[in-house]
Each structure stands twice: as structure tokens, then as C-alpha cells.
């Protein structure tokens, strides 16, 4: 079955860095775009950056672009969130999904302190 483990969370000073990283596994995962989204308390499930399948094309919000870098590694079936500059209003669970599929890994949580 699907599976998305997302790993690499944790408290970090603003200014500081995190490296997400979201190990996928049940579908050919070379084949799919894959994005990285976040919700903080209170708000909505935001998708922050997104790749093509081959890793070529990328795309980053307005608040995160210049700052987060999304790559993959097909031959590990992984994609990664380098998060740097970190702000406050970056604190999410941080979440992946492949294509637009139904499947959610239990995310990672991110917490940024001022």
C-alpha cells in the first residue's frame, strides 16, 4: 500500500535551517510530481513547494521562495524540503503527497521561535 514517512521536523531558531525529508514507497514514485504542503493551527493545508517528476521543474510559493529548495532522488524514492531562513510563521506540520492522490504521511512537525 502507499506510504509517505516525512522525517526531519523539530524546534529551530528563527534564522536557522531544518532538511525535510519524505520517504515514499507503494506506487512507481519516478513517474509522479511530488509537493511538500503545511498547516499551521487554525488554517488550511497550504502547498509551500512542488517538483516534476524527473526533477527538472520546480515551483515555491511567494512565502517560501528564495529560501526552500525542493529536490528528489528517484533511486531512493525520496523527496527532500531543504528549509533555510527559517521564520516564525514558517511553524506547520509539514506534510508530502504525490500527483494529487488522497495520501497523506503523517507529517513532521516544524516549529520556528523568535
Known amino acids: 500500500q502507499v506510504q509517505l514517512v516525512e522525517s526531519g521536523g523539530g524546534l529551530v531558531q528563527a534564522g536557522g535551517s531544518l532538511r525535510l525529508s519524505c520517504a515514499a514507497s507503494g506506487f512507481t514514485f519516478s513517474s509522479y510530481a511530488m509537493g511538500w504542503y503545511r498547516q499551521a493551527p487554525g488554517k488550511e493545508r497550504e502547498l509551500v513547494a512542488g517538483?516534476?517528476?524527473?526533477?527538472?521543474?520546480?515551483y515555491y510559493s511567494g512565502s517560501v521562495k528564495g529560501r526552500f529548495t525542493i529536490s528528489r532522488d528517484n533511486t531512493k524514492n525520496t523527496v527532500y524540503l531543504q528549509m533555510d531562513s527559517l521564520k516564525p510563521e514558517d511553524t506547520a506540520v509539514y506534510y508530502c503527497r504525490y500527483g494529487k492522490s488522497d495520501y497523506w504521511g503523517q507529517g513532521t512537525q516544524v516549529t520556528v521561535s523568535s
Open positions: 517538483i516534476n517528476s524527473g526533477g527538472s521543474t520546480t
